[in-house]
């Protein structure tokens, strides 16, 4: 099975320098090897995301040099 999201992830990575130079903290939309768009707030580029392309995969990322590494719990497993 392929990687949900990987042909726009690699799309990120191929313009991140582009992206910085321009629009460091502002959020990204991507969809597949396109960038349908960059926008000042995470909430305006979800919006136009569902209302480009609906339900489907896109991404929508935060433009930053430095990445921070998501933590995940599972409020499942009890102890």
Same mark, same amino acid.
């Given at each position: 099975?392929? @990687?949900i999201l990987k042909i726009e992830l690699e799309t990120y990575a191929n313009g991140?320098?582009?992206?910085? @130079?321009?629009h460091e903290g502002e959020y990204v939309l991507i969809k597949g090897d396109q960038i349908a768009g960059v926008y000042v707030s995470e909430r305006d580029a979800l919006r136009e995301g569902y209302k480009l392309f609906g339900k489907g995969p896109f991404l929508v990322k935060q433009i930053k040099r430095i990445e921070?590494?998501?933590?995940?719990?599972?409020v499942l497993i009890r102890f």
């Open positions: 099975m392929e @990687d991140l320098l582009d992206l910085l @130079d321009k921070e590494p998501a933590r995940f719990t599972s």
